[in-house]
């Protein structure tokens, strides 16, 4: 990261701390999922994250994203049109923070989950009618934009929201999807967390492991694995350098032989580690495409037929107040590059 815009990120950040009001709990408007569509879409703003999934039906895909107004936008369709709606007014994104959605196991809420301004985790939930705006809790601030990662378990009783904390160790709320608690992950002596990086985790098929992936200070790739007792930290391996982009996505692939944790490389490409159980885990490029911008955000979903897959990112443009939304689109064993 440059002093620039290290700089020009801190700066931003005590001028929102110094003008944004707290507002605990705010609930919007009855309104669709999709919510009221934009006559202008906000713009993405620079540097923060995105987080996307499908709706419980499999018809219609939302794509997170923090707009310039500092409240929580998204981009939603079927995947090949796209309409754009605010999901509220609520406590507002800190500057550069990451962001991450799910549903619960009843398909009946979803969450949103983003960095207030204070440095606590907020999130955005929708009860199938509107959207409410509340606070997790009191715990380890976060630290300056820091990525998000959550999951259920597989036993759909509990919820995890990762984050770093100021002290760059890495932090879960967990909880039942209301209620939440506050805990450092594993002894807290793993490789230090980088400054505004995002997050990526997933549960493995077998429903005992998982893994938190994050950029180390070192640069590379890093993560905490659940072995089914206890957390674990190691890293995939030596690979392209990350960039000066905050993204970082994982998934499986639907087979359940092949997993993927996407990055942007230091030549603005979109990058991943894939891991088999017959090569372990390698390293390339998904192709030459739209390069990502500065501080890109990034997200990272199969389709729900399992027969493509998508990997979103803010192109550079030149213009990062206008930048459109880029993506990779998987299809069989061919990777293409378009935009929204």
Known sequence: MTRRWRFTLVATVIAVLSAAPILS?????????????????????????????????????????????????????DGTKWDNAGLGVGEPAA??????????????????????????????????????????????????????????NPDGKQANVFYVGADRNLYNWYGNGKKWANAVLGDGKGEPAANARNLAAYWHPDGIEANVFYVGIDGDIHDWLWTGTKWENSSPGNGEPTGLARGLAAFWNPDGKTANVFYMGEDGQIYTWAWTSATSWTNSALGTGEPAGQGTGMAALWNPDGKSAHVFYVADKGQPYNAPVSSWDLTGTKWTNGQL
């Open 25 to 77: 709990s705010t609930t919007a408007s009855a309104m669709p999922v999709s919510s009221k569509v934009a006559s202008v879409a906000v713009p993405a703003e620079p540097g923060a994250g995105l987080a996307s999934l499908w709706n419980s039906k499999g018809t219609e895909i939302h794509l997170f994203y923090v707009g310039t107004d500092g409240q929580i936008s998204n981009w939603y369709g």
């Open 95 to 152: 500057v550069g923070t990451g962001l991450t959605a799910l549903w619960n196991p009843g398909e009946t809420q979803i969450n949103v989950f983003y960095v207030g301004t204070l440095g606590q985790i907020y999130n955005w939930i929708w009860d199938g009618k509107k959207w409410t705006n509340k606070v997790l809790g009191v715990g380890e601030p976060a630290a300056l934009g820091t990525g998000l990662a959550a999951y259920w």
